[in-house]
């Protein structure tokens, strides 16, 4: 029947409210009810004292024992009983009506009283809310006591009775004046509640709206975040969640993009110069240039390959570590040997490898030769004609690890903090690197964070860049653990 969050609080909230109204109006009913009851018998428990004692002083003797309340009593008792206003009844011991103060329309002389009441009568003090049997119409107050007559014989009993009506237009005013206020009080707590549970939800609202955008692909919703509750919190995380999606849609797709045209160009060579060769477009003297060109490009679509299934290994989890003890060094320097042709072209000076240490550590040989391809052709790339790359070994109470800098343009600060994000490419570097796809230092740190280890870059504006990573010495079980994603 409810289906918001808004329309179950609100009748939810109303409900407790209105069952408390009902409660307490019922409570305070009852206790107003047993005052009033309390009130009535104290009163008329004293009436009937006073009356029972003019009464016995009353009573005459007939002899043999016997005793009889006069005539003239009657009247006597309508007077005193118009003063209390409250009526009088005097019986026999055998609960027979001799006297009632209502001489002249008096319904009950010579009646009987109800059985339900002659045990009550027997103590030294009776009181009870009810129409004695059919003796009344309604429900009347009545007390009662023994009478006694001037020598101290039990020759019968007397009742005082009030009728009980006043009761019930007492309980049923108070009742109505209790809910006119009570349902202002209400009106106005469910006003203030409607509202207060619009407030709440509505953020919530914002939320669904903005998700409902999110999963369309537009992450430009925000929801407004005011106060510092829970509902707060959890809007400034959906913001904060929208931003990052924002970021990691515009980066994929920009790879999108690089990938594509990195895909595109080099198939489109490949196909062009293959087929001159093959219809003689290409004299045959140029077939060993022009094949040349086509292997490039076959292995240009190959590490672009390689690295798109590295990225999906680690975003997956299925990437192991399979650790073996060999020298970092040695790997180091096997690697730097793969960019020999490239650092001849470029005419670049290597330094610190004469004075490198050597470092032996537990880890995964291949891995760790991918990062450090990784970041020695990042140094290649983007070194200038001329320019100098540094090696250094680092070792440091059980860590070791390798800083590898390069003359350069540099990083900017503001691009330094995102650098190993997925698919990120900083400005600068985009004239030198057409090719890149932005995944390398992410798949760099990756592998360096699956070893317990960390990397950290440096950069000085057209002076230097400087990537260091540690990792532990030994770092690693017999057992692989899973390469973390990152």
């Known amino acids: 029947m409810f289906k918001s969050v808004f329309s179950k609080y609100f009748m939810a909230t109303a409900l407790i409210v209105s069952l408390f109204f009902v409660l307490f109006t019922g409570v305070q009913a009852l206790f107003a009810r047993r005052h009033w009851i309390a009130d009535k018998e104290a009163l008329l428990s004293e009436h009937v004292q006073n009356i029972a004692a003019f009464v016995s002083d009353s009573t005459l003797e007939g002899g043999a024992g016997q005793y009889y309340i006069p005539e003239t009593l009657s009247p006597l008792l309508a007077r005193l009983s118009s003063s209390i206003d409250s009526g009088v009844l005097v019986t026999d ?55 006694y007559s001037f020598s101290g014989d039990h020759i019968g009993y007397v009742l005082v009775f009030s009728s009980a009506h006043a009761l019930v237009e007492y309980i049923w005013n108070n009742t109505q004046a209790l809910f006119l206020s009570g349902l202002s009080v209400m009106m106005f707590a469910f006003i203030i509640l409607y509202l207060l549970t619009y407030r709440m939800v509505k953020p919530l609202r914002q939320m669904a709206a903005a998700t409902r955008q999110f999963s369309r692909g537009d992450f430009s919703a925000r929801v407004p975040v005011t106060g510092q509750d829970e509902i707060a919190e959890l809007a400034g995380a959906l913001n904060g969640m929208a931003v990052a999606l924002s970021s990691v849609e515009e980066m994929r797709r920009s790879f999108v993009a690089n990938v594509s045209h990195d895909l595109r160009t080099p198939m489109t060579t490949i196909s062009g110069f293959v087929d001159g060769i093959l219809d003689g477009t290409i004299p045959p003297e140029k077939h060993e240039e022009y094949l040349t060109i086509v292997s490039d490009e076959t292995k240009r679509l190959s590490r672009l390959v390689r690295t798109m299934l590295d990225l999906s290994r680690i975003d997956s989890g299925q990437m192991k570590l399979n650790p073996v003890s060999f020298d970092l060094t040695a790997l180091v320097l096997n690697t730097l040997f793969l960019f020999e042709q490239r650092i001849e072209q470029k005419n ?132 692989s653990d899973d390469l973390q994603k990152k």
């Open 348 to 479: 670049i000076t290597i330094e610190g490898v004469d004075s490198c240490e050597h470092l032996l550590i537990t880890g995964d040989y291949d891995l760790l030769q991918q990062a450090m391809y990784n970041l020695l052709d990042n140094a290649v790339k983007f070194t200038e004609s001329g320019g100098t790359i540094s090696l250094s070994t680092l070792k440091n109470h059980g860590i070791v690890g390798y800083s590898v800098r390069n003359t350069c343009i540099g990083i900017p600060d503001e691009e330094l903090p995102r650098i190993f994000e997925r698919f990120y490419k900083s400005d600068r570097s985009r004239g030198l690197d057409k090719t890149g796809t932005g995944l390398g230092l992410y798949i760099v740190k990756s592998i360096i964070n699956a070893h317990g280890g960390e990397i950290t870059v440096r950069s000085q504006k057209n002076e230097y860049c400087d990537f260091s990573f540690w990792i532990p010495e030994q770092n690693l079980n017999e057992k």
């Open 93 to 147: 011991t055998s609960f027979r009506i001799l006297v009632c103060s209502d001489s002249e329309t008096c319904a009950h002389m010579g009646k009987t009283l109800p059985s339900s009441v002659h045990s009550g009568l027997q103590h030294d003090h009776f009181f009870t809310v009810s129409r004695l049997g059919t003796l009344f119409d309604n429900n009347q107050y009545c007390a009662g006591v023994k009478l």
